[in-house]
């Protein structure tokens, strides 16, 4: 018995999610100079308007260590700000700024459009089909958390 990589389901998705995220990646990194860990920690930043840093290494699916040098990036451009909890002062609640939040409009509908022009090259059957996909997947081996990010 031999595995052919290229065939290989768990493979496949993760070239084709790093080609895509890599696609979409030129927005943010050609306009702001933004990394890919500083990316979905602003973008969950702007979504859930409040966070703590462990929220976002869950949500993100990255280590603590990129989300501290995520945060720490975008602090240092003023994009976010950092409140200790009033009970617990190891906890601190992350924010972004208002020119943080200017910088996530203006990113947003750009991000947005990159999606729409994924989906429309892949037509509405396809799109619905992937969809469909995609949900039978997250639903069988996804953390729940991790699908249902949105408030």
Same mark, same amino acid.
């Given at each position: 018995?031999?595995?052919?990589?290229?065939?290989?389901?768990?493979?496949?998705?993760?070239?084709?999610?790093?080609?895509?995220?890599?696609?979409?990646?030129?927005?943010?990194?050609?306009? *702001? =100079?933004?990394?890919?860990? #500083?990316?979905?920690?602003?973008?969950? $930043?702007?979504?859930?308007?409040? /966070?703590? @840093?462990?929220?976002?290494?869950?949500?993100?699916?990255?280590?603590?260590?990129?989300?501290?040098?995520?945060?720490?990036?975008?602090?240092?451009?003023?994009?976010?700000?950092?409140?200790?909890?009033?009970?617990?002062?190891?906890?601190?609640?992350?924010?972004?700024?208002? *020119? =943080?939040?200017?910088?996530? #409009?203006?990113?947003?509908?750009?991000? $947005?459009?990159?999606?729409?022009? /994924?989906? @429309?090259?892949?037509?509405?059957?396809?799109?619905?089909?992937?969809?469909?996909?995609?949900?039978?997947?997250?639903?069988?081996?996804?953390?729940?958390?991790?699908?249902?990010?949105?408030?």
């Amino acid at each position: 018995m031999s595995l052919v990589l290229e065939q290989f389901l768990p493979y496949r998705l993760n070239r084709l999610a790093d080609s895509l995220s890599k696609n979409a990646s030129q927005a943010y990194k050609l306009e *702001f =100079g933004l990394s890919r860990s #500083e990316w979905r920690a602003f973008a969950l $930043l702007g979504q859930k308007s409040t /966070m703590t @840093a462990t929220e976002i290494a869950h949500f993100s699916t990255m280590d603590k260590t990129k989300v501290s040098r995520a945060l720490y990036a975008l602090e240092k451009r003023s994009w976010l700000i950092r409140r200790q909890d009033d009970k617990d002062r190891r906890l601190e609640h992350i924010a972004l700024t208002t *020119f =943080g939040q200017q910088a996530y #409009e203006k990113l947003v509908p750009k991000m $947005l459009k990159i999606e729409t022009d /994924m989906i @429309a090259k892949l037509g509405d059957a396809n799109f619905a089909a992937l969809k469909q996909g995609l949900d039978a997947l997250e639903s069988l081996f996804a953390d729940e958390a991790m699908v249902q990010i949105s408030d």
